[in-house]
């Protein structure tokens, strides 16, 4: 469409209808931020517009991100054992990164731009949520995956398969399932939160530099241990 002939309505549905659609591929609750991250787009480029004469005034304006609907609630999805088992038997060309991912804890961002260092993986700081260079413990069935050459599959095919299939959880879900059941295990809550590179806030973070990870590395071995016996 031409500049002059866009409304605020055209600008509404096509905010709306791109947060339904990556909402739908990601399998999450609605693709709220990206919504959010278009109308902000969107109205650069209309102010843009008017600042070079194109169009009296911006059809973006009046739109608010009221239009986006409230903040999607965080999601709670844990994968049940007969799920975990379907994961396990997978052979999908994205399983050895679906399992690859459950058995680390990794976020697939950390998977495709980390690298191995003998039996550790690492996540670079560039890479790292925090900022901080995180390293994870090498389990065999972690290391197994490995061998698998999970990257064979790209990367945009890890969840838009998971999203074609309509299995209800996502890759961030694994996560999600290895820090619950963890805790379930046993595991003490500050040792799960630092294998998934998740810094105390506040005074406990300035002051407590422990990485755990021997602990670590037993959580991980005993999960290990889990899943391949549940398969």
């Known amino acids: 469409m031409r500049i002059d002939d866009v409304?605020?309505?055209h600008i509404a549905d096509?905010?709306?209808g791109y947060r339904d659609t990556v909402g739908e591929r990601r399998a999450t609750a609605g693709g709220r931020t990206a919504a959010r991250l278009?109308?902000?787009?969107?109205?650069?480029?209309?102010s843009y517009s008017v600042a070079r004469g194109w169009i009296p005034a911006s059809p973006a304006a009046p739109i608010s991100q009221a239009i986006i609907g409230a903040p999607r609630k965080a999601r709670s999805r844990v994968l049940t054992d007969d799920e975990l088992r379907w994961v396990l038997r997978s052979d999908l060309p994205p399983a050895p990164m679906w399992q690859f991912l459950l058995a680390t804890g990794c976020r697939v961002g950390e998977v495709y731009d980390g690298h191995r260092d003998g039996?550790?993986?690492?996540?670079?700081?560039?890479?790292?949520?925090?900022?901080?260079?995180?390293r994870i413990h090498l389990s065999p069935l972690a290391l197994a995956?490995?061998?698998?050459?999970?990257?064979?599959?790209?990367?945009?095919?890890?969840?838009t398969?998971?999203?074609l299939l309509r299995l209800g959880w996502s890759c961030h879900d694994l996560r999600r399932t290895l820090s619950t059941r963890l805790n379930e295990m046993g595991v003490a809550p500050h040792i799960v939160e630092a294998l998934l590179n998740?810094?105390?806030?506040?005074?406990?973070?300035?002051?407590?530099?422990?990485?755990?990870f021997p602990e670590r590395r037993t959580a991980l071995e005993n999960w290990s241990k889990w899943l391949t016996s549940l398969d």
């Not at 995956?145 to 969840?159: E, G």
């Open 145 to 159: 995956q490995l061998q698998a050459h999970p990257w064979v599959a790209p990367r945009w095919q890890t969840q």
């Open 38 to 46: 278009m109308l902000s787009a969107l109205k650069g480029l209309c």
């Open 198 to 212: 998740h810094r105390p806030r506040g005074v406990a973070g300035a002051y407590n530099r422990a990485e755990y």
């Open 119 to 134: 039996a550790e993986w690492v996540v670079p700081a560039g890479v790292s949520k925090n900022g901080v260079e995180h």
């Open 161 to 163: 398969t998971l999203s």
């Open 14 to 16: 096509v905010v709306r």
């Open 7 to 9: 409304t605020p309505r």
